[in-house]
């Protein structure tokens, strides 16, 4: 197990790396969604249920899920039910707009990320993906892309 000390908000604390789309990567940003209280506050005035699917991984194809509503924000493995959109790319554009080399609207602009399903309901849904950057940041800084 690698592990490093914390930068940040957990500055000296040893922390576990975790490997981007393991499924203790999954499990990690399971419990930062549910302990996020915008993230919570959100799933009240917004429903959404989101599929990512990242092919050609080290393991394969990864499928997880960001379902929002009812007052319940939750993540997992898996589709998304009820799905509104799906999202798939490929193992070299998730890591690259996961760790900022690549900018997600370019990569959609240019057909690196293929998107199905109600691009109204994905705009109508941005300031839970905004929450939604935040918990991801915190599972960033100890999640190693290889």
């Given amino acids: 197990m690698t592990q490093f000390v914390g930068i940040g908000e957990h500055v000296r604390q040893t922390m576990q790396v975790i490997r981007y789309l393991s499924l203790e990567w999954l499990a990690a940003l399971t419990t930062e969604v549910a302990d996020s209280a915008p993230l919570q506050?959100?799933?009240?005035e917004h429903t959404i249920g989101v599929t990512q699917v990242v092919t050609d991984g080290p393991e394969g194809s990864v499928v997880y899920h960001l379902q929002v509503g009812d007052g319940v924000a939750a993540f997992g493995a898996g589709s998304a039910f009820p799905e509104d959109v799906r999202m798939e790319q490929t193992w070299k554009t998730a890591v690259g707009v996961a760790t900022?080399?690549?900018?997600?609207?370019?990569a959609f602009i240019r057909g690196l990320i293929l998107l199905t399903g109600s691009q109204q309901k994905l705009v109508?849904?941005?300031?839970?993906?905004g929450a939604l950057d935040g918990?991801?940041?915190?599972?960033?800084?100890?999640t190693e892309y290889r």
Avoid: C, D, K, T
């Avoid at 900022?100 to 370019?106: D, H, P, R, V, Y």
């Avoid at 109508?124 to 993906?129: I, K, R």
């Fill in 100 to 106: 900022g080399e690549l900018n997600a609207q370019e």
């Fill in 124 to 129: 109508e849904s941005q300031p839970v993906f």
């Fill in 41 to 44: 506050a959100l799933a009240g």
């Fill in 135 to 142: 918990v991801f940041s915190s599972v960033r800084e100890r």
